[in-house]
C-alpha cells in the first residue's frame, strides 16, 4: 500500500507542476534488453486494430524523446510454481511524459486510456485476458554510459526501491515510437461498455469490459464434446431406422 500511495503522490506531483519537465539528451533513443527482440513502436503494439505483437524472445524496451515523451515495451515469461509445464505470458505497452527531477530520479506519467495489457494462461483456459493499463513509474536514479564488453551504450534504471533493472543497450537513436500524443481519446475508461457476452475486469478504480478472446497470444482449440457427438450419433441410427423400414 505504501508502494501504491508514493507512486500516486509522485503521479499526481507531475501533473500539478507541469509535463515539460528536464529531459537528459543521453535518455534519448529507443533501448532494448539483452534478448534484443523487444522495441518500442509498431512492431509491439498497433493502436488501430488493438493489437499486442508477440515478439520472438522476452525482453524489455523503453524510449525517451529530447521534449519529455516516453514508451515502453515488457514482455515476459511468469513462472507458475504450482504447474511449472504452464508459465504465463505478459505483454504490457504504455506511452505517456516522464520528467528528471532534481534529484536525479526519472517520474513517468502514462497517458491513462492508452495502456495496454494481455495476459496468458494456456493451462487456465484458451482466452486471455486483454485490459487497460495504467501505471505511473518512478526510477530513483539511471546511468547511461558505454559498456566495456559490448562497446554500445548502456543504460541502467533503477526502481523506486533502489533494485536494478535488467541493463538495456542503445538500439534506435532517433528513438522507434508510436505518435507521442494519446492514440485512443475516452471520456471514461468504461464509455459504451456492457457486460453481456464479455469478461469484466478491475484494475484499481478503472473498471473494462472486453471479450474474452481479444488478441490471444496463443490460442487454443476448442475441447472434443462428447456429449455433442453422442447425440449426433443417436440422431443418425434413428434416421437410418426409418429410412430401412420406408424401403
Known amino acids: 500500500m505504501r508502494v ?39 512492431g509491439f503494439y498497433d493502436p488501430v486494430n488493438e493489437k499486442l505483437k508477440e515478439p520472438a524472445l522476452t525482453g524489455i524496451s523503453y524510449s525517451f524523446t529530447n521534449d519529455g515523451h516516453f514508451e515502453s515495451a515488457h514482455y515476459r515469461a511468469l513462472a507458475n510454481p504450482q504447474v ?93 515510437m508510436l505518435p507521442t500524443e494519446t492514440m485512443n481519446p475516452t471520456t471514461s475508461a468504461t464509455a459504451g461498455a456492457q457486460p453481456t457476452g464479455k469478461t469484466k475486469i478491475k484494475r484499481g478504480h478503472q473498471e473494462v469490459t472486453v471479450p474474452l478472446n481479444k488478441h490471444v497470444i496463443k490460442p487454443r482449440r476448442e475441447p472434443f464434446d462428447a456429449d455433442r457427438w453422442w447425440w449426433i450419433g443417436v440422431g443418425m441410427t434413428t434416421l437410418g431406422g426409418f429410412a430401412y423400414l420406408a424401403f
Not at 494456456?122 to 559490448?150: A, I
Request: hydrophobic share 30%.
Open 4 to 42: 501504491s500511495i508514493q507512486l500516486l503522490s509522485l503521479w499526481a506531483l507531475s501533473i500539478v507542476s507541469g509535463v515539460s519537465g528536464q529531459a537528459d539528451p543521453q535518455l534519448t533513443g529507443t533501448w532494448s534488453t539483452k534478448s534484443n527482440r523487444v522495441f518500442t513502436g509498431p
Open 84 to 176: 511449472p509445464r504452464c508459465p504465463k505470458g505478459l505483454m504490457q505497452f504504455q506511452h505517456g511524459t516522464f520528467k528528471k527531477e532534481a534529484n536525479g530520479s526519472l517520474i513517468l506519467t502514462p497517458f491513462g486510456v492508452d495502456g495496454r495489457q494481455l495476459l496468458s494462461d494456456p493451462c487456465r483456459g484458451k482466452n486471455s485476458v486483454y485490459t487497460r493499463y495504467n501505471q505511473p513509474e518512478l526510477f530513483k536514479r539511471y546511468e547511461v554510459f558505454t559498456d566495456p564488453y559490448h562497446g554500445v551504450l548502456r543504460l541502467n534504471l533503477y526502481r523506486f526501491d533502489g533494485s536494478p533493472m535488467n541493463p538495456m543497450y542503445l538500439a534506435f537513436k532517433p528513438p522507434q
